[in-house]
């Protein structure tokens, strides 16, 4: 069982950044693959970005080259940087821990990006 929770949303102008952080509970950590997603309203949900237990990265088309994925095994933390930020990045933004056919969302927290 894993517990996910989110932090660091908040308002932010145009052109600004944001940092997201997921902190994690339960053991085994390094073994998941651990995901940002978004939902924007009457929107599906989708993938924003993505790093593996090995580290490798992917990312929506739609925010690479402004958001960056990391994660801390040690502190059992993943994190989103998002710079660059555009009114449509404007979501509700979820944290996903996921191995083999585990999966465990955290509650999400908002990001608005408006002037």
């Known amino acids: 069982q894993v517990q996910l929770v989110e932090s660091g949303g908040g308002l932010v102008q145009p052109g600004g950044s944001l940092k997201l952080s997921c902190a994690a509970s339960g053991s085994r950590f390094n073994i998941y693959a651990m995901g940002w997603y978004r939902q924007a309203p009457g929107k599906q949900r989708e993938l924003v970005a993505r790093i593996a237990s090995t580290g490798i990265t992917n990312y929506a088309d739609s925010v690479k080259g402004r958001f960056t994925v990391s994660r801390d095994n040690a502190k059992n933390t993943v994190l989103l940087q998002m710079n660059g930020l555009k009114p449509e990045d404007t979501a509700v933004y979820y944290c996903?821990?996921?191995?083999?056919?585990?999966?465990?969302w955290g509650q999400g927290t908002q990001v608005t990006v408006s002037s």
């Open positions: 996903n821990a996921g191995f083999l056919s585990l999966s465990y």
